[in-house]
């Protein structure tokens, strides 16, 4: 079944940058939409960015548009996302995720799949 495991994270000063990947295990990826999602304490998971599984659409949350990229390499079974111009805000765990479907969602429900996480501090 499918497996999910993010790596990338860590402390870094406000302004500077990260990039986070998730390696995928073949059949979780194929063709399949990810996307990334974060859960700061005390708050709901929130969608930051998905791409479909051809990797030729994506959508962003609006606290990280212009700021983050996402990206996949289907060669790789490798999902990333590049933080640039990183706040104190966007401290959270950053989860990867994968639907069943090609098209992408905005909807942590429609996701079926899910890594562990990884932490991002972004210091003042």
């Not at 990260?18 to 990810?34: I, P």
């Not at 990280?64 to 790789?76: L, P, W, Y």
């Not at 950053?94 to 990884?118: D, E, K, N, S």
Request: net charge positive; proline share 2%; charged share 15%.
């Amino acid at each position: 079944q499918g497996q999910l495991v993010e790596s990338g994270g860590g402390l870094v000063q406000t302004g500077g940058s990260l990039r986070l990947s998730c390696a995928a295990s073949r059949r979780t990826t194929s063709t399949y939409a990810m996307g990334w999602f974060r859960q700061a304490p005390g708050k709901e998971r929130e969608f930051v960015a998905t791409i479909s599984g051809s990797g030729t659409t994506t959508s962003y949350a609006r606290s990280v548009k212009g700021r983050f990229t996402i990206s996949r390499d289907n060669t790789k079974n490798t999902l990333y996302l590049q933080m640039n111009s990183l706040k104190p805000e966007d401290t959270a765990v950053y989860y990867c995720a994968a639907r069943t479907h090609t098209a992408i969602q905005t909807t942590p429900t429609l996701y079926v799949y899910w890594g562990q996480g990884t932490q991002v501090t972004v210091s003042s």
